[in-house]
């Protein structure tokens, strides 16, 4: 299921691989991030009707310098434009900043993302950098951008605001 | 202009992120880009951070334009003039 998602014009079009994804390659990657403490990988299903519709990240993360880089995407086009987004961001950065304590998350998308750069930035990220023409598809060069978020920001962040009165903390 | 109506265009503005010179009045949810399902969320905590007030569900997916907002946010005892 997920590397049908991954593999779909639809998914890979956001992303910076754009490489089909084998049945050895996925193999490959569930045995080194099952293993990998600094990696965590998730299912994201809707809770309504617990039917699988994406899959999110947090990987690389550091121990030292408690930053890591996030991810996520809808694989399920149908669910795409309502709030499922924006529910399973903020629940990965209250896992990031809360229960990893980390001080920073990063992640990229490519420039022409509006929606991720909407989506970023609602939850307190910040352009740190663009790096410009990084990468060759469709024939042209494509810029990706850098962003990233203090705990601080993102406590601050409308999108915190938003679901930290909705969504019970652990013990309430 | 009314205390409460001002202070919900503010919030329409900083939620949605638009220019000072952006007429709030005639919005419609999903009528302008800024006004998607991000920009709702956005909206929603403005909304909520200056009225001091935590909207229901069922307000927060009716609240489909500026005209909308108003006549919802009576029902939390926030009052605009005439």
């Known amino acids: 299921m997920i590397r049908a998602w991954r593999n779909a ?37 809707c809770a309504k009707d617990h039917r699988p519709i994406g899959v999110a990240h947090i990987k690389d993360i550091h121990p030292t310098h408690r930053r890591g880089e ?27 900043f809360r229960s990893l304590g ?16 909407r989506l970023n930035a609602s939850f307190g990220f910040v352009e740190e950098g663009l ?3 990084e990468l060759f598809y469709d024939d042209a060069f494509h810029d990706y951008v850098r962003v990233g978020v203090l705990e601080q920001e993102f406590t601050q962040s409308a ?3 938003f679901y930290s009165r909705r969504i019970p903390k652990e013990g309430e | 202009m009314d205390e409460n109506e001002e202070a919900l265009q503010r919030a329409f503005r900083i939620g949605l992120a638009l220019p ?29 951070d200056a009225f001091d007030i935590m909207l229901d569900t069922d307000d927060i997916i009716d609240m489909s334009s500026y005209q909308k ?13 005439a």
């Open chain 1, 9 to 45: 014009p639809e998914v890979a079009s956001f992303h910076a691989e754009r490489d089909t994804i084998s049945a050895e390659k996925q193999k490959r990657w569930f045995a080194k991030v099952s293993e990998a403490s600094s990696h965590f990988v998730w299912v994201i299903c």
């Open chain 1, 70 to 96: 996030v991810g996520l995407y809808l694989g399920d086009v149908a669910r795409r434009g309502g709030p499922f987004g924006g529910d399973a961001f903020f629940l990965i950065l209250e896992f990031a």
């Open chain 1, 102 to 117: 980390l001080h920073k998350v990063y992640g990229h998308y490519l420039h022409e993302n509006a929606v991720a750069r």
């Open chain 1, 131 to 133: 790096f410009r023409e």
């Open chain 1, 159 to 161: 999108g915190a605001r």
């Open chain 2, 20 to 48: 000072q010179d952006v007429a709030v009045e005639q919005l419609v949810y999903n009528e302008i880009v800024e006004w998607d399902s991000i920009g709702h969320m956005q909206l929603v905590a403005e909304i909520e």
């Open chain 2, 69 to 81: 907002t108003k006549q919802i946010l009576k029902k939390y005892d926030v009052d605009f003039g």
